[in-house]
């Protein structure tokens, strides 16, 4: 079992930058593939990035494409979320989750069973 916690977010004008953290714990965190899902008021969670175990593949939604970069440190149990060029329309709750295993990207934030508690991201306009 691995558990999650997020930081990073905050208060930031369109077209700014953030970074965002997922620390990991366990000793098996480069066994699990990793995602990122948002979560907005209102709406329901989508999904927006995912890596694979290794770091060698990742996935991003369309909406953030080109804009968004995940990566992990297997040495640091964390995995990250650069988010650059942001819009108002990024802002959410963004949440990190976990599945072991080696999968490519998988959508449905039900596939995964273990998730942080969220880190909120506002952009201002």
């Known amino acids: 079992q691995v558990q999650l916690v997020e930081s990073g977010g905050g208060l930031v004008q369109a077209g700014g930058s953030l970074r965002l953290s997922c620390a990991a714990s366990?000793?098996?965190?480069?066994?699990?593939?990793m995602a990122w899902f948002r979560q907005a008021p209102g709406k329901e969670r989508e999904f927006v990035a995912a890596i694979t175990w290794s770091g060698g593949r990742t996935y991003y939604a369309d909406s953030v494409k080109g804009r968004f970069t995940i990566s992990r440190d297997n040495a640091k149990n964390t995995v990250y979320l650069q988010m650059n060029s942001l819009k108002p329309e990024d802002t959410a709750v963004y949440y990190c989750a976990a599945v072991q295993g080696d999968y490519s990207a998988r959508p449905q934030w039900t596939f995964y069973p273990y998730w942080g508690q969220g880190t909120q991201v506002t952009v201002s306009s």
């Open positions: 366990g000793r098996t965190f480069s066994s699990y593939s």
